[in-house]
């Protein structure tokens, strides 16, 4: 329990705060102020509960006054300036309290240091932006010797480590740079190149007409570029479920590979266009043989080949 002895008498209290300040060059900035005043009053000691009293007030008088400079565009850079404004607006607030104020004073307004860093930034963007060429030549020039010497202090295998990491980098950039119209090249994929063609063995490049040039799914013979897959060698290989083309004798004539638009080229390399009337494919019948064997004269029954003497009949 506090004395009553100690009431009124005079006591310190520190006091703290952050505020947020508009500052016309670095727009909103967190600031943080610090200070000690000695103050009296009559119900109170200086006791910890007093002293928080005292911080609270003046923490809020210090925030407003802070706002008011800012509305006045008062750059931050100049904030020291006003530190009589910020004393009075603390001693203001303690009195319309009832506080006897003997002293009031404000050691420091900062910015945090993540405000520190940002200002710092655009400083330096600033002191680049208004280089000349021949003074920002030397400014890299500088910034290049004091990598060299501090490369220099390291290590062999810190060095070895840095240039990889470097090579690395400018391989990414220069990949990245020759990639057409700034498309990014996935993990492990060769690079599309105009028409969509892949120019690596895997996954190997695929001509307009759908034909592939490498050895891989290798291209159909006798095909026609604009024959979308249809394979004509009836042979199951790689993409087996490309439909083949039909066994036995081929007219020369119109022949639809099932949707009257996919075409086929035949053996004999004539081609074979589409008919869009017609997409029912045309059959030859197979020619008749004669009743009689003309080598031996023994009925043939309609086989191909006699079954007396072998003699081909068809």
């Known amino acids: 329990m506090i004395s009553n002895t100690l009431f009124g008498r005079p006591f310190n209290a520190e006091f703290s705060g952050v505020a947020i300040y508009m500052d016309p060059e670095y727009d909103m900035l967190n600031v943080a102020f610090t200070g000690y005043t000695e103050v009296s009053i009559e119900d109170r000691a200086g006791d910890r ?27 931050f850079k100049t904030i020291q300036q ?15 309290q009832g506080f006897t104020v003997s002293q009031f004073v404000v050691r420091s307004v900062e910015p945090t240091e993540s405000c520190k860093k940002m200002m710092a930034l655009k400083d330096q963007k ?4 208004a280089m000349s060429p021949d003074e920002l030549r030397k400014k890299m020039e500088e910034a290049q010797k004091q990598a060299e010497a501090a490369m220099a202090k390291l290590s062999p295998e810190e060095q070895q480590k840095i240039n990889k990491n470097v090579a690395k980098q400018m391989e990414e950039m220069k990949r990245a740079a020759t990639m057409p ?26 001509a307009d007409g759908g034909v592939r040039t490498d050895g891989v799914n290798a291209p159909v013979p006798n095909h026609a570029p604009h024959a979308r897959g249809l394979r004509t060698d009836g042979s199951a290989g790689l ?7 039909p066994t036995g004798n081929v007219p020369a004539g119109n022949v639809s590979a099932g949707n009257g638009q996919d075409h086929m080229r035949p053996a004999n390399g004539s081609t074979l266009n589409a008919n869009p009337t017609n997409t029912a494919p045309t059959v030859q019948t197979a020619a008749t043989a004669p009743k009689f064997c003309p080598n031996c004269g023994k009925p043939t029954g309609g086989s191909r080949f006699c079954g007396e003497c072998g003699t081909r009949l068809i």
Do not use: W
């Not at 006003?82 to 319309?96: C, M, R, V, W």
């Not at 700034?182 to 994929?189: D, K, R, T």
């Open 82 to 96: 006003h530190f009589t404004e910020l004393n009075d607006a603390g001693t203001a607030a303690l009195q319309a």
């Open 239 to 245: 993409n087996a479920n490309r439909p083949t083309a």
């Open 181 to 206: 119209n700034g498309a990014n090249m996935l993990p492990g994929h060769a690079p599309l190149h105009g028409g969509g063609m892949r120019t690596n063995g895997v996954n190997a490049p695929i």
């Open 126 to 129: 600033k002191a680049f932006d």
């Open 49 to 75: 509960q007093s002293a928080e009293y005292v911080n609270a007030l003046v923490s809020m008088a210090l925030t407003r006054a802070l706002g008011e400079l800012a509305n006045r565009k008062v750059p």
